[in-house]
């Protein structure tokens, strides 16, 4: 869940954070590894100081002991660490002693505890075989005891070649302690503040890597959203880098893909241009046959006013004239008026037109095989929720798809109307076994006033093709020739929320 | 006018014939001055500054020469290595009037005396000298009297052997020191100068302030400054002046607050009684053994 929330996180965001992550890594990875070598360091300079000393010590204290010369090891030890008993807390070292062979004190740095001439009671059984084995070493010996917050350094004194004493000298590692707190602190904060600038470096790098991106993303949407209209500004390109050619090819796209909507809304226009000269061209066409018809009546009337049979004669001729150009305006205007709903229009039934088209094909020897298997049988009214103002526009497309079926059908055939539901898509088929339609005439099939015969206007399957596009609906066609047509419409069933409109 | 002339040139004559040998003996050899743990000697300045105003007062450099104990500075004096020391009385009341000669007494809080303290550590529970059986005592030099034999004899007084009386004894050559090594606790108790301890408490008082004073001694001669025999009469006795006068002269009288002393006097040889009567006691000890 979350990696899919981090996958749709923005570039602008991810590549700052990625690079801020990468800089913050990076520079706490050295500043740790720093702290932990300044802390050897200074613990292996601690124990080293702790040797020398030692060794120092245990250089100069044989005679002294020889002598029973206390306070001059005292002196001798104080001197070289210079350790101050009234501020004793403040000296790195803590505790210095110098022992004889028998543990017993010759001198120590805190006489209180530890009186000179007695043994050196405090050490467990175990430290003392420790010091007892020390005598018998040549060289100053150093141990780490951090964690009980001191070095040790203990030395050999001899004389002679036989062991005199032992020095013991205890170094504060607290001290240590806290120079590599603040060492440490020192190196935190030159990394946070190393970190800081990466990050915000990296972040206005990144930034302004990945600006040129988001411009090309947003140009996308730009260019996926302004469909036929407007163009998508420019992307100012930065750098001639990948980024840069992308911004460049994406220009280029953007740039092409605007000229060619150009050129397809030019084209479209010519298309409806065309188209409407074609209409134009019908209109006159089936307009100007019987005018001139009409116009002949008219002629003759006026010439032989006083003929009482041309009347007769010529205005049924007259009348037939301007029915048939009504009906080619009727039908012009179809799609107009099934645009115009109303609530006072009653919709037809599904059987009012099987009962319209079963008159209509009488002694044409046609069989016709009605399929109807909408979930509600008769009534397209039925179904008026999910296809709500529709059925008119409905009707005449079912009506328009048997007639033509008929039409195709001069010798008799079978017809077939089948309907039904496959999901939220009404589905209507109209199957005719007539003469068919030649590949070539399936692209025109739905242009306006295209007719393969002699006494249809050429405008039924357009409008029914335009009644379909209006129902959001689609219309197919497969034909054979010789051997029949299939018209299938599909009609998508509205959205609930899309009803009232 | 002849008379006249003859006269002054006499005296110019005379006046060389007098000065020569004084010429002779303002010579560029140092007087070298011997001193030991009797004082403190913490601020070299102080000495440079002593040095200078005795050179002057008796025509020759001063030098002082220190050595870390008694006994190496008596055989300075024996060898003539150096002409005057500031040594301690015991020496001073053992050595042959042969071999050195008393100068000048120093004269501490009016009086040319001084005793010994017994000091412990201020935070010790120690009271009295009998705390201290079984400790670990301090004392200055084997020389000494208020730093050795002074303490012994308050020790032995008292009815106790006093090589027993303590565990472990150790010297630390300096009043000074055996005050470090009580304020230090390395020492349970130390003996310790009278003048030295007050010296110390006007001058370093952090040190002497942690220690404190459990038992004092009755009083000794002050330590002398003695001359070796054999060095020109008129040098001792130009030592003699410089040191008696300084209580005269502002120069003086200011090394002498340093030196928390009231001045140099000349006193009887009884000075020195009681400090007889200590080293007898303990010859009479030595015999016994």
Redesign the interface.
């Known amino acids: 869940m979350k990696l899919r929330r981090l996958n749709s996180w923005s570039l602008s965001v991810k590549m700052p954070l990625t690079l801020i992550a990468i800089v913050a890594g990076v520079a706490f990875t050295i500043g740790a590894a720093v702290i932990v070598e300044e802390r050897e360091q200074q613990r292996a300079a601690l124990e080293g100081q702790a040797a020398m000393i030692g060794r120092a010590v245990a250089a100069t204290a044989a005679g002294p002991i020889l002598q029973?010369?206390?306070?001059a090891l005292?002196?001798m030890l104080?001197t070289v660490t210079a350790f101050d008993?009234?501020t004793a807390r403040d000296s790195s070292v803590n505790f210095g002693m110098i022992l004889d062979p028998h543990d017993r004190v010759l001198?120590?740095l805190d006489?209180?505890n530890n009186?000179?001439?007695l043994h050196f009671v405090t050490i467990n059984p175990s430290e003392e075989q420790r010091f007892r084995d020390l005598l018998r070493t040549e060289n100053a010996v150093t141990r780490w005891a951090g964690d009980s917050g001191f070095v040790e350094a203990v030395a050999p004194v001899r004389a002679n070649g036989s062991p005199v004493g032992l020095i013991v000298l205890r170094l504060s590692a607290q001290e240590l302690g806290a120079r590599n707190w603040s060492a440490a602190a020192m190196v935190l904060g030159l990394t946070s503040a190393f970190v800081l600038v990466g990050s915000l470096l990296g972040a206005a790098i990144s930034r302004r890597m990945v600006r040129p991106l988001c411009d090309v993303v947003s140009g996308m949407e730009q260019l996926s959203q302004a469909n036929l209209h407007g163009s998508v500004p420019r992307i100012a390109a930065r750098d001639c880098d990948e980024i840069g050619q992308l911004v460049e090819t994406f220009n280029r796209i953007s740039g092409e893909l605007t000229e060619k909507r150009r050129l397809e809304r030019e084209m479209a226009l010519g298309e409806k241009l065309m188209a409407l000269g074609r209409i134009a061209a019908g209109v006159a066409h089936e307009v100007n046959n019987p005018l001139a018809g009409m116009l002949n009546c008219i002629d003759t009337i006026k010439a032989r006013p006083d003929d009482p049979q041309l009347p007769k004669r010529y205005l049924p001729l007259i009348e037939k004239g301007l029915h048939r150009i009504r009906a080619v305006v009727q039908n012009l205007l179809v799609e107009l008026r099934a645009n115009q709903t109303g609530p006072t229009d009653s919709a037809g039934c599904l059987e009012d037109v099987r009962r319209l088209i079963t008159t209509e094909m009488e002694g044409r020897g046609i069989e016709f095989r009605w399929t109807n298997n909408l979930e509600q049988t008769v009534c397209i009214d039925e179904l008026h929720l999910a296809f709500c103002g529709r059925c008119r526009r409905l009707l005449p497309v079912i009506h328009n798809l048997l007639k033509n079926g008929v039409q195709a059908m001069p010798q008799g055939g079978v017809l077939a109307f089948r309907s039904w539901l496959e999901g939220n898509t009404m589905i209507i088929e109209v199957e005719d076994s007539g003469i068919g339609i030649p590949p070539e005439d399936l692209g025109r099939l739905f242009d306006p006033f295209f007719t393969r015969h002699s006494g249809g206007t050429g405008l039924g399957l357009w409008v029914t093709y335009r009644l379909v596009q209006n129902m959001s609906g689609k219309i197919e066609v497969e034909s054979e020739p010789g051997r029949g047509s299939l018209f299938r419409v599909r009609i998508p069933q509205l959205l609930p929320g899309k009803v009232a409109a | 006018m002849f008379g006249h002339t003859t006269r002054r040139r006499f005296l110019l004559m005379s006046l060389a014939i007098i000065a020569a040998p004084v010429a002779n003996a303002a010579d560029d050899r140092p007087v070298r001055f011997g001193l030991t743990a009797v004082v403190v000697r913490d601020s070299l300045s102080f000495f440079e500054r002593w040095a200078d105003y005795l050179g002057r007062r008796v025509g020759r450099p001063v030098q002082f020469v220190q050595r870390r104990s008694y006994r190496d500075v008596m055989q300075l004096i024996e060898t003539g290595d150096v002409d005057f020391a500031w040594i301690c009385e015991y020496p001073y009341v053992q050595a042959s009037p042969d071999v050195l000669e008393l100068v000048a007494t120093p004269i501490f809080q009016g009086v040319p005396l001084f005793r010994t303290y017994i000091i412990v550590n201020r935070d010790s529970p120690f009271a009295t000298l009998e705390d201290l059986k079984g400790r670990?005592f301090?004392f200055s030099d084997p020389e000494s009297n208020t730093g050795f034999l002074a303490p012994r004899d308050l020790v032995a007084k008292r009815g106790h052997s006093v090589d027993r009386f303590f565990?472990?004894t150790?010297?630390?050559?300096s009043h000074a020191?055996t005050v470090e090594?009580v304020?230090?606790?390395?020492?349970?108790g130390g003996a310790v100068e009278s003048y030295v301890w007050e010296h110390l408490r006007r001058t370093k008082s952090?040190l002497a302030d942690?220690t404190r004073i459990i038992e004092r001694s009755e009083l000794y001669g002050f330590a002398p400054i003695v001359m070796r025999r054999g060095i020109a009469p008129r040098l001792g006795t130009a030592m003699r002046n410089a040191l008696i006068g300084m209580r005269k002269d502002k120069e003086g009288a200011k090394l002498l607050v340093d030196l928390s002393l009231d001045g140099f006097g000349v006193f009887p040889s009884s000075t020195y009684d009681s400090v007889r009567a200590i080293a007898r006691r303990l010859n009479e000890e030595v015999s016994l053994q």
């Open positions: 029973n010369d206390y306070w005292y002196k104080k008993p009234a001198a120590s006489p209180a009186p000179i001439g | 670990v301090a565990r472990l150790f010297f630390t050559y020191e090594a304020a230090d606790r390395v020492a349970d952090a942690r």
